[in-house]
């Protein structure tokens, strides 16, 4: 992720080539001290580095493939606003709202305190072009971005 927010896209490709081998060696997701390894935590990255490096259609795309049921719920919510943030800037604002929904059915105080699920709420509550729907005036209240 240092590698793609600084738009090193070889170098960040170049670390998930080296984690997908890892893990792939692994063979398994796993969960050892936290750490969330394994195929399945690298295909997560895979999404994240593509959106942070601005290719949102791809990480749409990919986001939808990867299945995050079996990872620890911190995986699960991040995927989910890494994703709701790809569909955002692909003007495809409800199933953006509705992955921060899931998002925060799994962990409210993960993501109302995420700084993904603040720059998402607050740029669909900015936009003219749509009505904010009575679960986004509530996800904003929730994370403090609208007053009650």
């Given at each position: 992720m240092t590698s793609a927010r600084t738009a090193d896209r070889e170098g960040a490709w170049a670390h998930l080539v080296y984690a997908g081998a890892a893990a792939q060696r692994l063979g398994q997701d796993a969960n050892h001290l936290w750490t969330a390894v394994g195929p399945t935590n690298v295909r997560i990255h895979e999404v994240s580095v593509t959106?942070?490096?601005g290719d949102y259609q791809q990480a749409?795309?990919?986001g939808t493939?990867?299945?995050v049921s079996g990872m620890p719920t911190e995986r699960?919510?991040?995927h989910r606003l890494e994703v709701a943030r790809a569909q955002?800037?692909?003007h495809r604002p409800t199933e953006a709202n509705q992955l921060l929904l899931e998002a925060e059915q799994l962990a409210p105080d993960q993501v109302h305190g995420h700084f993904l699920t603040h720059s998402l709420v607050h740029d669909r509550l900015r936009?003219?072009?749509i009505?904010?729907?009575p679960e986004l005036n509530r996800l904003a209240q929730a994370t403090g971005i609208l007053a009650a």
């Open positions: 959106a942070e490096l749409a795309s990919l493939t990867v299945d699960q919510v991040r955002d800037y692909q936009t003219n072009k009505t904010p729907t």
